[in-house]
Every structure is written in structure tokens, then in C-alpha cells.
């Protein structure tokens, strides 16, 4: 394992007040001594007024502050320095590089975060929820990376490990003690503490959709008839002109995707072309482009003008196409009331001009895209990435496995490999050895001096 000291800034380049500078690893404050006057590691994690200079020239690169955290009780577990210089495009480059002039190496993507792992500070679902607390979007992201960076995650994790080693203890006295009749343990009880911790397992499972649309944002894609309203709605949830609005029919040709935050989710918004026939080749383009965004939607926002009929056959056939719930809404609400005319139930009806309806439109996207996590709140963990999932389907697998055996009349010795083997899908998960393919993959997406 690599100790060498690593250096990077870790706020972005650019014209700020301040830049935040970190420098860790084996010998970091023998680095540090050369270019920070006076150095001064003790007292540690205290904070000390320090000159930046050029550990060869001498020349004066910044007053800054420094603070020392000796290993192991630092972020990476290693010697570590917190350096605060002024920012701008030039101080921080001129410190960053004084101190790689000193003896420091600059530092990979996510390289503090991943010798804090290494070294035991925090679990891999730990180090996932640094970077996605970093690149959250929403609240609602934040929040929830904020939750599995606390070990939230971690914890039901460890819970649901201790579970499966109660379970195999139980098989196990049948193991040491195979001739007693019936055995010491009623299979009952194993029966019931299997059947507890399956659950368990599969109920986090079940969070995996919504959890994973959480970290990359639900996909909502806005449907209908030409002129019905679709780009007006699209600039109105984003609260931003961004789609072009006539009243000519075709106007949007190609589909506009944009991110926007609804009630503190993360939504991917795609404007469409209009669902009609055409004979124009560019809107021909568009509405095959629609389809295909229809069939990947995690929602379709279906609009109608108020003075028109609900679906017409020819949207129920564009519909028919795509698996996702579909949220109706009536348009244009301030030039003919949705009653003069066929309505849906549960339609929201909505003005663009008066701003009516838009805000239980955004309530009831964010209900569809993500009931299940606003239902579970904040505590509940949640899995949020495919790697978690992956992990749990292969615990969950072994569970069921081993009920099976058992029922097959397979003996104990054996139906407890699979509780083991789903122990070991849990610990992967946690990251209790991870093979460093596996770690580069989660490092890769790191930013640099994190
Ligand atoms: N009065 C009124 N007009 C609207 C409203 N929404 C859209 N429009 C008008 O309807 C026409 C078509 O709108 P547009 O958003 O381009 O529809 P699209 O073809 O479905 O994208 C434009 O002239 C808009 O100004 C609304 O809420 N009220
Ligand atoms: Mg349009």
C-alpha cells in the first residue's frame, strides 16, 4: 500500500477568497516543514498562522494557516496538513507546487479518500457517500448521502450480517450435535429467524429503483399532441425559457433535456416533439427521437389542452409503447376550464399564464418518481447504486438457497455454505476486502485533492 506524501488543492481553481490545500501521507510533515515558517506540528489540530515560501528559492509564495493532524487520528489516517492560503488562479497553483518541490507527489482522483479506506477510517458505502454528497444535486441527494456517510447504510448492513451468523450458529448445534432427535433446535425457530432476515434483505432491495433514479435523477420525459403545451410546461418547471414556444404545431423538433429540482428531487426533464403524423422529414426525426425517450422514461408527463379530448388513439398507440406511469394534465386551464370538456381523474390542471396547478404538478411528480423514499423519510437506508444491488440479489440468492436445501433435506454442513456465501456478499458490499479493480471503479468518479 502506498504512503508516499500526496499533495492537492482541494477547492476548485478559480477566484475565491480562500483555497483549501492538503498535503498527507508518510513523511507529509517533513514536506510541510520545508516551505511552511515556522512549522509547528504541535500542538496537534490546532491551527497556527504560517508563511508560505519556496523550499529552494525562499521567495514568499502566500500568509497562510496551517493545522497538523498526526496519524491515525486525521481523514486518511496518515499524517495530514490542512493548508489555507488566499485563492485566485495563482497562490494556491504556487503553494500546491512549493510543496511538490518539497517532496510531495500530486495526488490521483480521490486518493485521501481512498487511504482513509484503506487504512480503516470508513467502509467503502462510506467512501461512495463522500462523493455523492459532493456531487449532489438536490436535497434530497444530499440528504440521503449524508444519511449512508453517517453509516446508516453500513449499520443495517452489519445488523443484517450478525442476523445470518445467529442463523448459521443455530444450524450449527445440529452440526455438533446431529443424533439428538429433532435436535436441540425446533427448525420452527430457524424457520422464523430465516424468514426474518430474508425479509430484511429483500425490503432493502426493494429501494434499489428509486434509490438508484435518486443518485442519477428520474428521467421525465413530457408527452402529447403538437401545440398542446409540452414546451411552455417544460420552461415552467424549469423556471427558465429554454424550449421554444409558438403557437405553430411542430415547433420542437428534437428532444431538450435539462435538470431540474422538483420539491428537492432530481429530475431529467425532456422536452418532445409532438405525438402526430408528419410528413416534414426534420419532425419525422423528432417524434421517432420521442418514442425512443417514451420507452426509457422513469415518468411520462402526458399534456392535453383543455379544449381537447383526453387521449386520442393515436397518443394511446405512442403511449401504449412505454412501461412508465403516466402523470395526465390538462393545459392552458386559463383559456377554458378543464369541465367544459372530458377529463381524466386524477388529472392536474395547470396554467402557464396564471401559474395554477403548477405546484401540485410538481407534488405529484415527485409522489410518482419517488413515493417510496419520501414513504421511508430520511432514517431508513436506502441502496443506490447498481453495485449495492448486485451484492444484495447475490445475499438474497444464497438465503433462499439455503432454505431450499433445507427443505430438500440436504444436511446442515451444507445448507450453511450459502449462509456463509451470504455473508460474504454482504462484506463485499461493505467493503471489507475489496480488490482494487473494484476500488478503482468507485475512485474513478473522485475529484482531485478529495
Ligand atoms: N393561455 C395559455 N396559453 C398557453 C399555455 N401554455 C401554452 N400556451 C400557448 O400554446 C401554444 C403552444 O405552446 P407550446 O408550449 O409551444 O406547445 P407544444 O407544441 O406542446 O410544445 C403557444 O402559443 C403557447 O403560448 C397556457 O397555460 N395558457
Ligand atoms: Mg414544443
Not at 221 to 241: M, Q
Amino acid at each position: 500500500m502506498l504512503t508516499d506524501p500526496i499533495v492537492a488543492l482541494a477547492t476548485p481553481p478559480g477566484r475565491s477568497a480562500l483555497a483549501l490545500i492538503r498535503l498527507s501521507g508518510r513523511g507529509a510533515f517533513d514536506v510541510a516543514a520545508r516551505v511552511l515558517r515556522p512549522f509547528r506540528p504541535e500542538p496537534a489540530r490546532t491551527v497556527h498562522r504560517v508563511q508560505v515560501v519556496h523550499p529552494t528559492s525562499g521567495a514568499p509564495v502566500d500568509d497562510g494557516l496551517a493545522v497538523c493532524f498526526p496519524g491515525p487520528r486525521s481523514y486518511t489516517g496518515d499524517d495530514l496538513v490542512e493548508l489555507s492560503t488566499h485563492g485566485g488562479l495563482v497562490v494556491p497553483a504556487a503553494a500546491v507546487g512549493a510543496l511538490v518541490t518539497a517532496g510531495a507527489r500530486p495526488a490521483a482522483p480521490g486518493e485521501f479518500t481512498r487511504r482513509a479506506l484503506l487504512n480503516g477510517k470508513i467502509d467503502l458505502l462510506q467512501a461512495e457517500a463522500t462523493a455523492d454528497l459532493i456531487d449532489a444535486g438536490s436535497p434530497a441527494q444530499a440528504r440521503r448521502a449524508l444519511q449512508q456517510l453517517e453509516r446508516g447504510l453500513s449499520a443495517r448492513l452489519a445488523e443484517l450480517r450478525a442476523e445470518l451468523l445467529e442463523l448459521e450458529a443455530l444450524i450449527a448445534y445440529d452440526i455438533d450435535f446431529p443424533d439428538e432427535d429433532e435436535g436441540a433446535v425446533a427448525p420452527e425457530r430457524v424457520t422464523r429467524a430465516w424468514r426474518a432476515v430474508r425479509d430484511r434483505i429483500a425490503g432493502l432491495l426493494e429501494t434499489a429503483p428509486q434509490g438508484e433514479r435518486l443518485r442519477e435523477g428520474a428521467l421525465l420525459v413530457i408527452a402529447g399532441r403538437a401545440n398542446a403545451g409540452k414546451s411552455s410546461l417544460f420552461n415552467a418547471l424549469l423556471g427558465v425559457e429554454r424550449a421554444i414556444v409558438t403557437e405553430v404545431p411542430g415547433t420542437t423538433r428534437d428532444a431538450i433535456e435539462a435538470y431540474a429540482v422538483l420539491e428537492g428531487f432530481p429530475f431529467r426533464l425532456v422536452d418532445t416533439a409532438g405525438l402526430r403524423h408528419s410528413d416534414d422529414r426534420v419532425e419525422k426525426l423528432g417524434i421517432e427521437v420521442s418514442r425512443r425517450y417514451l420507452a426509457a422514461a422513469d415518468l411520462v408527463l402526458f399534456c392535453r389542452d383543455a379544449g381537447c379530448e383526453m387521449r386520442d388513439a393515436e397518443s394511446e398507440q405512442f403511449l401504449a409503447s412505454c412501461r412508465a406511469p403516466v402523470v395526465d394534465v390538462v393545459t392552458k386551464v386559463d383559456l377554458q376550464r378543464p369541465s367544459d370538456s372530458p377529463t381524466v381523474p386524477q388529472s392536474v390542471a395547470v396554467s402557464v399564464v396564471t401559474g395554477e396547478g403548477l405546484a401540485e404538478l410538481r407534488r405529484r411528480l415527485a409522489e410518482v418518481a419517488f413515493g417510496r423514499l419520501l414513504a421511508l423519510g430520511d432514517v431508513e437506508p436506502v441502496i443506490t447504486r447498481a453495485r449495492h444491488r448486485a451484492a444484495l440479489e447475490r445475499a438474497l440468492a444464497e438465503v433462499e438457497a439455503f432454505q431450499s436445501a433445507r427443505q430438500g433435506g440436504v444436511d446442515a454442513a451444507a445448507t450453511a455454505t450459502h449462509l456463509r456465501t451470504a455473508v460474504g456478499a454482504l462484506d463485499d458490499l461493505i467493503g471489507v476486502v475489496t480488490p482494487d479493480d473494484v476500488l478503482d471503479r468507485v475512485f474513478a468518479s473522485f475529484c482531485i485533492g478529495k
